[in-house]
C-alpha cells in the first residue's frame, strides 16, 4: 500500500514538473525546452523508426517535431498529456513522408483478410500462431522480416495506429487523441490492420487467407 502510495505521489510529481517545463517554455525558456528535449527525445525517435525503418528519416522527423515545439508550444492547452501532443506531431510527420514514398509498395488488404461463404463462415481461415503483442509475434528474424514488410505495404494511417497500439502500447483513446480520428475508427483500423498482418503471415507459412 505504501509502495503504491509512493509510486502514485511520484507520477503526480513527474506531471507536475512537465506541466512547469512547459508552462516555462511558452514563457520563451530556453533552458525548459532543452529539458523537454532530453527528456522525450528518445520516445519520437523511437516512434519515428518504426513508423519509417530509416535512421536519416527518422533524425528528420525529430528536428521537424521538436522545431514545430519550440514555434508552436503556445498551441499545446494541456487537454492531453504532453507526450500525446508529441506522438500527434511525430504521427503526423512520419505519414507526410510515408505519403511522399511510392505507392507501388501498398498492397489490397482485401486480399490478406478472411473471405466467407454466404452462410457467414470462413472459407479459408488462417492457421498460424498470431498474437496482439507484435513485440513477442516478431521475436524471430524470419517472422520480424515478414512483419516489417507487411507493415511497409499498409496505408500510413493504419501503419501509424499499428505501431501506436502493438508496439508503443498506447490505448485506443489515446491513438485517437494522437492521430485525430474517433475510437471506434481507431478499433476498425487497427482490426482490419491485424487481420492483414495475420494474413500475410499465414500465405507465407503456406495457409492462404
Same mark, same amino acid.
Given at each position: ?40 527525445? /528518445?520516445?519520437?525517435?523511437? =516512434?519515428?523508426?518504426?513508423?519509417? %525503418? &530509416? ?7 525529430? =528536428? ?13 492547452? %494541456? ?10 506531431? @511525430? ?40 498474437? &496482439? ?9 524470419? @517472422? =520480424? /522480416? ?41 478499433? /476498425? ?13 499465414? /500465405? ?6
Amino acid at each position: 500500500m505504501a509502495r503504491a502510495a509512493k509510486s502514485a505521489s511520484t507520477a503526480r510529481s513527474v506531471d507536475g514538473d512537465e506541466r512547469e517545463l512547459v508552462r516555462r517554455c511558452k514563457g520563451g525558456d530556453p533552458v525548459a525546452f532543452e529539458a523537454l528535449f532530453n527528456r522525450h527525445m /528518445a520516445m519520437v525517435y523511437r =516512434q519515428a523508426i518504426r513508423m519509417l %525503418g &530509416n535512421p536519416v528519416e527518422a533524425e528528420e522527423v525529430v =528536428q521537424e517535431v521538436f522545431v514545430t515545439v519550440y514555434k508552436k508550444i503556445n498551441m499545446f492547452r %494541456g487537454e492531453a498529456a504532453f507526450s500525446t501532443w508529441l506522438y500527434r506531431l @511525430t504521427a503526423n510527420a512520419a505519414i507526410t513522408k510515408l505519403r511522399k514514398r511510392k505507392r507501388s509498395r501498398e498492397v489490397s488488404i482485401e486480399d490478406y483478410l478472411p473471405t466467407f461463404e454466404e452462410n457467414g463462415h470462413y472459407q479459408a481461415r488462417p492457421v498460424v500462431d498470431w498474437s &496482439n503483442d507484435l513485440e513477442k509475434t516478431m521475436a524471430t528474424r524470419e @517472422t =520480424q /522480416a515478414i512483419i516489417r514488410e507487411a507493415l511497409e505495404m499498409l496505408p500510413p494511417v493504419d501503419k501509424a495506429v499499428v505501431v501506436l497500439s502493438d508496439l508503443e502500447e498506447l490505448s485506443n483513446r489515446d491513438i485517437a487523441k494522437a492521430l485525430g480520428l474517433t475510437v471506434p475508427a481507431v478499433k /476498425a483500423r487497427l482490426h482490419r490492420a491485424r487481420l492483414f498482418l495475420r494474413g500475410k503471415l499465414a /500465405a507465407h507459412f503456406g495457409n492462404a487467407p
